[in-house]
Nanobody, 122 residues
């Protein structure tokens, strides 16, 4: 059974950058599609990026140019690099797997991490 853990969240000023990592135990992420979702207080969870097992990248239009997704298969890690962060990016960010990437970013993934808080504030 795959178990996911996110890390790298924190408090950052507007315009700053953060890199989130998603690590797996119980299986290697090499063969999985891995997605990043976020959920802000009072809002629905939304997908922001996804990377397929063949490293095809999907990034939500609203964060394109600021967010990038990548993977290191040797280390079984998936990253979400976020730059030029804005207060509206404040949310809990989750990685998820055991599903398939799509441009619709549906949350149809079976396994989720516990989330990492990202707060963008001056």
């Amino acid at each position: 059974q795959v178990h996911l853990v996110e890390s790298g969240g924190g408090l950052v000023q507007p315009g700053g950058s953060l890199r989130l990592s998603c690590a797996a135990s119980g299986a290697t992420l090499r063969y999985y599609h891995v997605a990043w979702f976020r959920q802000a207080p009072g809002k629905e969870r939304e997908g922001v990026a996804c990377i397929s097992n063949e490293s095809r990248e999907y990034v939500r239009d609203s964060v394109t140019g600021r967010f990038t997704v990548s993977r290191d298969n040797d280390k079984s890690l998936v990253f979400l690099e976020m730059k030029n962060l804005k207060p509206e990016d404040t949310a809990v960010y989750f990685c998820a797997t055991e599903g398939y990437c799509s441009s619709s970013f549906k949350p149809d993934f079976l396994t989720w991490g516990q989330g990492a808080q990202v707060t963008v504030s001056s």
